[in-house]
């Protein structure tokens, strides 16, 4: 498994290619730096990015459980990966994608800071052991706001697909803070994250699950009549907001400042009170 992506891995620690396989470890020829596997998975960690233990650590759900199942993806996110060939990274994988992936045409990399289901290759996000312009399709499922630097990672990924390469990912907004999440964006943020980086910003589209009903489902012990009831209502209540600012229109219909403002008002509600964001971003040819 380790073999199939052999030739495309690199040295995080001096950036070279060139990697010798022994029998439990990649030797890096440039600059001497062993990288031991971890419990047969091939572990490509810069010396001070380290750790002893890679497994990671839940308190709320079984671990024997949550390593042995492939990780659930939002049907309109699968849908956005096209067929295709070339090699697909699953960046930051968790329980990985892997027979899916390889359904659609892709040879499958899960990568991982962690330990899980689907990872073949541990590594740390802000120091992608893969060389450049080698990927074609990177995928990245409800992982930047865990990342201590998304602008990093997310130049890391622009760095590693192929020119015409689509990153296609999902992130948190108004969540409740979780799994030791840092960056909570909105779609601005996404946007310049994206931008910054070098992507030209394809897509970004809000979750379906408003905010308020992601809060309610860890603000309540009773959480299901909870969230049916702000489901059905919050509907309502955003057809009020946009009727409201279509009466506002008409009173400043004479002021083409204030009607811009309010028009981008409008156009930008689906975004302000979401959950999430699932966005695409392409590197240019």
């Known amino acids: 498994m380790q073999r199939k992506f052999e030739s495309i891995l690199q040295c995080p620690t001096c950036r070279q290619s ?13 600059c001497g730096i062993e990288y031991p596997d971890y419990e047969g998975v091939a572990t490509l960690v810069a010396p001070e990015d380290r750790k002893k233990n890679y497994r990671k650590l839940l308190v709320l759900k079984d671990n024997t459980e949550f390593w042995t199942k492939e990780a659930k993806w939002d ?3 699968a849908d956005l990966v096209p067929d295709g060939d070339g090699i697909l990274l699953d960046f930051a994988c968790g ?13 499958y990399i899960g990568l991982d800071y962690y330990l899980d289901y689907g990872v073949n290759l541990l590594a740390n996000g ?11 399709i990177c995928t990245s499922n409800a992982v930047i706001e865990h990342i201590p630097d998304p602008w990093k990672a997310c130049s890391e990924v622009f760095r590693v697909l192929k020119p015409g390469g689509k990153y296609i990912g999902s992130t948190a907004f108004l969540q409740t803070f979780h799994e030791r999440s840092h960056y909570h964006m909105t779609h601005l943020g996404v946007r310049y994250m994206l931008e910054k980086s070098g992507f030209i910003v394809e897509k970004i589209i809000p979750f379906r699950r408003s905010g308020f009903e992601a809060l309610a489902r860890n603000l309540f012990i009773v959480k299901q009549p909870i969230s049916y009831l702000i489901r059905l209502l919050f509907p309502f209540i955003m057809f009020l907001r946009k009727t409201g600012a279509g009466f506002i229109k008409i009173f400043y219909s004479k002021d083409t400042e204030k009607m811009e ?9 689906p975004m302000r009170f979401t959950s999430g964001f699932i966005y695409v971003g392409c590197k240019p040819d």
């Open 18 to 30: 060139g990697l010798i396989r022994e029998s439990n470890s990649y030797i890096c020829k440039s």
């Open 75 to 77: 049907k309109r996110f």
């Open 95 to 107: 329980g990985g994608r892997k027979r899916w992936s390889e359904s659609k045409g892709y040879e």
């Open 126 to 136: 802000k120091n992608i052991p893969l060389k450049g312009n080698t990927i074609s």
């Open 261 to 269: 403002r309010i028009s981008q008002f409008i156009a930008e509600e």
